[in-house]
């Protein structure tokens, strides 16, 4: 791993990284090679790219040959091209440290929201692909591309739009399904226009796929430069450009064939959050959430969730099941938790397994960064990886500490009946 830290600035500091296993798994997602990506979005296949021996490479072999394949590629690139990276590091440094501040204070003017962290990571890549990750304030720059400061404001208002809309539970943009969201989003960084060059480079032409809604939106938004506003008419207009595109997600889900098609059609549908007895749904742990969860919160079955296109892990688990069982796998339903009497915040963590062959797979949509799905040769070394990743959850969130890997334990159990409260689920999944 290469690390180049930056002054700190008089509001923002950032850090640039080489890190290889970052890059090769940009790299493999791109070319779909990783079990939860296709290798597509925004209308885009970013396999094509790759070069051909890449291609070669990968398709068609596991999870590690794949792996194996890609570093090895990847050790002779960072020879070949060190004086690049080396040049574009430099370069990249030069231009952050005088526009970094900056290019925060107008994107703050023209969203109207303070920019919501002080503190970035720009990963380098030898794929051209950007992803980014709004909970560290990360995001990949290509070392190809010339418009760091442009390609910066466009991750950064993807970032501000998440926290000051996407999260913000009185939102309209908060009952979205991911799919709609993602169109949205990206359809907004058409405010990255003329007026903010020369600070960017370049105008953001944003992807094909959404130019008619960028396009009216960027009428609307040079009669008006008021973001509020801007988002207000985009949701009125998105169903015109994208409920056509789209079928009925009930419609969708019994038309899936295979455990990758489940994933991805539960990454396009399936918001993470509960539904109150009430019917009102909560999307964000914020002090709503925690003030109503005990009270409020009911765990829905597969139905039901399909109905309303949230839930936390236990309503998701319920439609894996639905879809596993349809379908006449052998699987498996665990319950993870700290097994401690008094009340508590410890987390916890159902999640479907399923046999195929004479591999066992932990299939997981909700935990965040372990979305995919994972092989393992057998099934007690799949439960005790989960439970050292919900440890290492907890204690990276402050909540739990190494020693408390003897209070996790876990339970098979059965579905669930529809609806049932916090503290009834509970007794179900662990047999009380």
């Known amino acids: 791993m290469i690390k180049n830290s930056s002054k700190k600035h008089d509001k923002y500091k950032y ?15 791109s070319c779909g090679a990783n079990s939860s990506s296709s290798g597509s979005s925004h209308g ?42 080396k040049l574009f590091t430099k370069k990249l440094k030069t231009i952050f440290d005088k526009n970094m501040t900056a290019a925060c204070e107008k994107l703050e003017k023209v969203m109207g929201k303070p920019i919501y962290r002080d503190n970035f990571t720009i990963y380098l890549t030898t794929f051209p692909r950007g992803p ?6 990360s995001y990949y720059e290509y070392i190809g591309w010339n418009n760091p400061i442009m390609g910066f404001l466009h991750e950064l208002s993807h970032f501000q739009f998440i926290h000051y809309w996407r999260n913000n539970p009185n939102s309209d943009v908060s009952k979205l399904t991911n799919n709609q969201f993602q169109w949205l989003k990206e359809s907004l960084t058409m405010i990255l ?11 953001d032409e944003g992807y094909e796929i959404h ?8 009428k609307f938004w040079q009669k008006n430069h008021d973001f509020d506003k801007l988002v207000e008419f985009g949701l009125k207009i998105l169903p015109k450009y994208y409920n056509a595109k789209i079928e009925n997600p009930k419609t969708i889900f019994k038309q899936l064939k295979t455990p990758q098609e489940l994933l991805d059609f539960m990454d396009a549908n399936i918001n993470y959050g509960f539904v109150g007895k009430s019917g009102k749904i909560y999307l964000y742990q914020n002090d709503d959430w925690q003030k109503n969860w005990e009270s409020e919160c009911i765990v829905q079955s597969g139905n039901g969730l399909l109905e309303t296109n949230c839930g936390t892990c236990w309503d998701q688990v ?28 410890y987390p916890t963590h159902t999640f479907l397994v399923f046999k195929d062959s004479d591999k066992w797979y932990w299939f997981e949509h909700s935990f965040g960064k372990h979305k995919g799905i994972h092989e393992f040769g057998f099934l007690d070394e799949l439960i005790c990886d989960v439970k050292d990743k919900q440890l290492k959850s907890a204690i990276n969130s402050g909540i739990a500490k190494l020693k408390d890997r003897k209070l996790l334990k876990s339970y098979f159990y059965k579905k669930p ?15 009380r």
């Open 132 to 137: 980014y990750n709004y909970y560290d304030g």
């Open 211 to 218: 130019m008619p809604l960028r396009k009216e939106l960027h």
């Open 44 to 85: 885009l296949d970013w396999s094509k790219r790759a070069p051909a021996d890449v291609i070669v490479g990968i398709n068609g072999k596991s999870k590690k040959e794949a792996q194996t394949f890609i570093v090895k590629y990847l050790k002779q690139k960072y020879i070949d091209d060190g004086e690049k990276i």
């Open 417 to 431: 009946k529809a609806n049932l409260r916090v503290n009834d689920y509970i007794n179900h999944v662990i047999g």
């Open 15 to 29: 850090q640039i990284i080489l890190d290889p296993k970052k890059d090769a798994w940009n790299w493999l997602d």
């Open 318 to 345: 319920e439609l894996e099941r639905k879809w596993f069982q349809e379908h006449n796998y052998q699987f498996e339903t665990i319950f993870s938790w700290f097994e401690i009497i008094k009340p508590n915040n």
């Open 193 to 203: 226009d003329k007026e903010l060059l020369p600070l960017i480079e370049r105008v």
